[in-house]
């Protein structure tokens, strides 16, 4: 009993257990679980999947002229690279891909920069992509046609207005929800005009920019598409455009599928390879995006 009259709590003293008598805490992953737990293989996995139900479905319906096999898009694929068809419709349609793509990634950094700088330029960029972001740009070919002629300045100019509005609207977004306090840190270092925009506002707002440019990069693919086949060949060459409309009225559907195969093929490329690039070298690195 201790003085007060309260029993006493008794001493304990426990012996050092050995770490490995209280067994694996974290088991190691199997080879199946490392395995799955690559982004890459779960990918490919899936479009295996899902080219075994285009095989499967089309020898089903047994009908070539609705739905060819994957293996005969393959081999037609395949066949279009090894004759340099299929590689120099692509190359084409690339070269005028770029050139808008890279126009209007320059208008669409210039609009928004005079848009963050003023309120007038807020103003103007709002009015502006109310106006023609709805506006698709595949219906400006024909006044296109006119202004600019039966050449590639017709078909870039369309692929300007599909890159502009979408890089200008996320750009604007996220330099719109850049936090104050860095806005603040920019100011106490002295930084305005186009030294603050790269130094403070880019930085903070970049996913916002990168999602813009994934989205400019897919409408610029699909206007390109549509134009070529609308408007065919330009100065005697075609791109993978007009490769499709000119196949589809052969009747030679694989090869039809092949050039869509390709656009499709393209986009995986440069999504999961330049895109992913860029994503992980910047917003990743920067612990902006797990």
């Excluded at 001493?11 to 257990?17: A, L």
């Excluded at 075994?52 to 694929?77: C, H």
């Excluded at 770029?98 to 103007?124: E, K, M, N």
């Excluded at 186009?194 to 990168?210: E, K």
Aim: with cysteine.
């Amino acid at each position: 009993m201790s003085p007060d009259g309260l029993a006493a709590r008794p001493e304990v003293v426990r012996e050092p257990v050995a770490a490995g008598a209280l067994g694996v805490a974290e088991a190691p992953l199997s080879a199946w679980e490392r395995t799955t737990n690559i982004g890459a293989v779960r990918k490919v996995a899936l479009l295996v999947m899902l080219a075994l139900i285009w095989e499967g479905y089309a020898r089903w319906l047994n009908n070539p002229l609705l739905v060819p096999t994957f293996s005969a898009t393959v081999e037609a694929f395949f066949h279009g690279i090894r004759s340099g068809e299929l590689v120099g419709k692509a190359l084409t349609s690339l070269r005028v891909l770029l050139i808008g793509y890279a126009l209007g990634i320059v208008c669409a950094t210039a609009l928004t920069v005079v848009a963050i700088l003023s309120r007038t330029g807020t103003d103007l960029l709002e009015l502006l992509t109310s106006m023609f972001n709805p506006l698709p740009a595949i219906a400006l070919l024909p006044l296109a046609l006119i202004w600019f002629g039966l050449g590639y300045g017709s078909i870039v100019f369309v692929i300007i207005h599909s890159v502009l509005w979408a890089v200008a609207l996320n750009t604007h977004s996220g330099f719109r929800s850049v936090s104050p306090t860095l806005r603040m840190v920019g100011r106490n270092y002295g930084l305005s005009g186009l030294r603050y925009v790269a130094a403070i506002l880019i930085p903070a707002a970049f996913p916002s920019i990168l999602t813009g440019l994934k989205i400019g990069w897919a409408f610029a693919w699909r206007t390109l598409i549509a134009a070529e086949l609308v408007f065919g060949v330009s100065s005697g060459a075609g791109g993978l455009g007009w490769y499709i409309y000119e196949n589809k009225n052969q009747l030679d559907i694989p090869n039809v599928f092949a050039g869509l195969f390709t656009v499709i093929v393209i986009g995986l490329i440069v999504e999961n390879a330049i895109f992913r690039w860029i994503e992980t070298r910047t917003v990743r690195k920067w612990g902006m995006q797990a």
